[in-house]
């Protein structure tokens, strides 16, 4: 299922391809898709000569593009199309030779006058936000470049085996011994230097945009394969002629003074991959597109492509078709496993699933976008792409790219004044921690107004769902209000059986009252003591109740008493002082009842 959205409201739905499926609310899937890709850590983007028409830069199958060009412009050429001028057998003459150079020297030309388009400035701002993997280019204008881009195709190390011997040197690497690098298979893991091992290669920097059929740059030579600026051989190709390599004519010109016989010297050719030959740098664009589809285990692309861009192209060249089909197999089977047209990552890369038929928008709602198709007509035969896009955008590529700009912007400005408020924040924090240090009283921070009027102080809710509200319990005094200084005075009575003293309880403080019982110490007479203790006892004593860690206490809790609480009776209330046994028992034998 592929969701249809256009760019222009006043669009008509295609009748065809049947998978797709149309967006009752296409605004919404348009947000979703410029979200996506904004939220992508590791987009890649598939580019075709789309994107550079805007710039001056014809493209190719359209009714005014190059090929059907070419074809008016060249009639007694009895050209089938103007892609008879893009294909391997052009050298095969030297009309077709003559007339392949003229119109590279006028592509050259075209290509230094163009400009960065929106959609290139788009791509240098998504690279600057640090969410662009790679670009994969069909363009060989290389505009790419100018936009601020890294462009063209690195050279890997090709050695895939480790070396026979050894270096048999035990002392510290040597600057000028031939460097062996061990980490073509992934440039990235290099393994630690160990003493007497030889300097390993540095690691290979990966191009932000990888051109997949060559560039207009560069010319080489097709015998010594050496390579050259075109710029320096443009009245060449103008005139229709094919410039000598410099390289074989210097080297033919070597033999010749040694003796050696002439092996013939090579000619320029333009660095453009055609129909019907090898890319030369095959082999690097190749082992770049594996590590950004199955990741790396270091750096940015460590675990792979999330999200897919196609834009600009009619896929209509084989290898460009199997790279974006594997590349939306790698991004469909990371972000929708629970899906069902995916299987679970750890069986592989998932295979599409069958058309879902009569399926509404409402299930691709809920679906995450990872694979975006965006040009005016949809790639075919149709039945190729099914259940390789997520969403068709239907339109132009620089009126997306504006919209890219603006949601950038946005969420720069957010991001602006984000960093503002906390900058605030930590000015006033600074401010306060410096008042404290001063000794200075903190500003207290006053209730202001409702400054947005739009958004109310407070939700009313409905009289039917309001609850009653309860009175307030009052608040517990202070301690500082609490009376305990001058509590009751506690009451000694003396039996003849028993010693009795009651402290009443403390009010304010939960002290419930204390009775201490206990037997008459000899030598002490049964005397009533209707007097109460003086108020220094009385003071001690509720000094030593309240500051009791275990008050208030239970009945279990054991109190004792000290020498000085009886010490401090005067001599009428005690006739005659009490024997240390006494002070003891009073010490280690008085319970809480």
């Given at each position: 299922m592929t969701l249809f959205v256009p760019l222009e409201a006043s669009s008509p739905p295609p009748p065809t391809p049947s998978f797709l499926v149309h967006s009752e609310t296409p605004n919404l899937h348009l947000r979703k898709a410029i979200k996506a890709i904004l939220?992508?850590?590791?987009?890649?983007?598939?580019?075709?000569?789309?994107?550079?028409?805007?710039?001056?830069?014809?493209?190719?199958?359209?009714?005014?593009?190059?090929?059907?060009?070419?074809?008016?412009?060249?009639?007694?050429?009895?050209?089938?199309?103007?892609?008879?001028?893009?294909?391997?057998?052009?050298?095969?003459?030297?009309?077709?030779?003559?007339?392949?150079?003229?119109?590279?020297?006028?592509?050259?030309?075209?290509?230094?006058?163009?400009?960065?388009?929106?959609?290139?400035?788009?791509?240098?701002?998504?690279?600057?936000?640090?969410?662009?993997?790679?670009?994969?280019?069909?363009?060989?204008?290389?505009?790419?470049?100018?936009?601020?881009?890294?462009?063209?195709?690195?050279?890997?190390?090709?050695?895939?085996?480790?070396?026979?011997?050894?270096?048999?040197?035990?002392?510290?690497?040597?600057?000028?011994?031939?460097?062996?690098?061990?980490?073509?298979?992934?440039?990235?893991?290099?393994?630690?230097?160990?003493?007497?091992?030889?300097?390993?290669?540095?690691?290979?920097?990966?191009?932000?945009?990888?051109?997949?059929?060559?560039?207009?740059?560069?010319?080489?030579?097709?015998?010594?394969?050496?390579?050259?600026?075109?710029?320096?051989?443009?009245?060449?190709?103008?005139?229709?002629?094919?410039?000598?390599?410099?390289?074989?004519?210097?080297?033919?010109?070597?033999?010749?003074?040694?003796?050696?016989?002439?092996?013939?010297?090579?000619?320029?050719?333009?660095?453009?991959?055609?129909?019907?030959?090898?890319?030369?740098?095959?082999?690097?664009?190749?082992?770049?597109?594996?590590?950004?589809?199955?990741?790396?285990?270091?750096?940015?692309?460590?675990?792979?492509?999330?999200?897919?861009?196609v834009v600009g192209t009619s896929l209509k060249v084989p290898g460009t078709k199997r790279m974006v089909r594997e590349f939306s197999k790698a991004v469909r089977a990371r972000g929708c496993t629970t899906s069902r047209d995916t299987v679970p990552a750890s069986t592989g890369l998932a295979t599409p699933a069958p058309s879902p038929g009569k399926e509404s928008a409402t299930s691709a709602d809920d679906s995450p976008i990872k694979s975006i198709y965006l040009n005016f007509d949809f790639p075919g035969p149709t039945r190729e792409w099914e259940g390789i896009f997520d969403v068709w955008l239907q339109g132009d590529a620089q009126s997306f790219a504006e919209l890219l700009k603006e949601e950038i912007a946005k969420e720069a400005a957010e991001k602006e004044a984000a960093l503002e408020r906390k900058r605030k924040r930590e000015e006033e924090v600074t401010h306060l921690e410096g008042a404290e240090e001063a000794g200075l009283p903190k500003k207290k921070k006053t209730k202001t107004a409702n400054q947005n009027p739009e958004k109310p102080t407070s939700k009313r809710t409905p009289k039917g769902l309001q609850t009653p509200v309860r009175p307030r319990k009052p608040k517990s005094k202070h301690r500082e209000d609490m009376n305990i200084g001058a509590p009751s005075a506690p009451k000694i009575t003396l039996s003849s059986s028993k010693l009795t003293i009651r402290i009443p309880p403390l009010k304010g403080r939960y002290i419930p009252e204390v009775c201490i019982t206990t037997p008459v110490p000899r030598g002490l007479k049964a005397v009533q003591y209707p007097c109460t203790p003086p108020a220094t006892h009385t003071k001690h004593r509720v000094r030593s109740l309240s500051s009791h860690s275990d008050y208030p206490p239970s009945d279990a809790t054991e109190i004792g008493c000290d020498e000085s609480d009886l010490s401090e009776l005067s001599a009428d209330e005690v006739p005659d002082e009490l024997p240390r046994t006494t002070t003891r028992t009073a010490q280690h034998e008085l319970w809480v009842t």
């Open positions: 939220k992508a850590k590791r987009l890649v983007v598939v580019c075709g000569a789309g994107i550079s028409v805007s710039a001056g830069i014809p493209d190719f199958r359209s009714e005014s593009g190059l090929f059907q060009t070419l074809k008016r412009d060249n009639p007694k050429e009895a050209l089938s199309s103007g892609r008879d001028l893009f294909d391997a057998s052009v050298f095969n003459n030297e009309h077709t030779t003559s007339m392949f150079c003229q119109m590279i020297a006028q592509l050259s030309e075209l290509s230094q006058a163009a400009s960065p388009t929106p959609f290139h400035q788009a791509l240098r701002s998504l690279d600057d936000r640090g969410r662009l993997l790679r670009v994969y280019t069909q363009n060989i204008d290389a505009i790419e470049l100018k936009s601020g881009l890294s462009f063209g195709v690195p050279e890997f190390d090709k050695r895939r085996t480790k070396p026979r011997s050894k270096p048999k040197s035990t002392g510290p690497p040597i600057a000028d011994q031939p460097t062996i690098s061990t980490s073509a298979h992934c440039p990235q893991d290099s393994p630690p230097m160990t003493p007497g091992s030889r300097y390993m290669s540095p690691a290979v920097e990966v191009p932000r945009c990888i051109p997949l059929h060559g560039t207009l740059q560069t010319l080489h030579c097709q015998t010594c394969m050496h390579t050259f600026p075109l710029e320096n051989y443009v009245s060449s190709l103008t005139s229709g002629t094919p410039p000598y390599c410099p390289e074989c004519t210097q080297m033919e010109e070597t033999r010749q003074l040694i003796g050696k016989r002439a092996r013939g010297v090579g000619k320029l050719r333009p660095s453009v991959v055609l129909y019907n030959e090898l890319h030369k740098d095959g082999e690097g664009v190749g082992e770049v597109a594996r590590r950004d589809l199955v990741g790396c285990s270091k750096g940015k692309g460590r675990s792979g492509v999330d999200v897919l861009l």
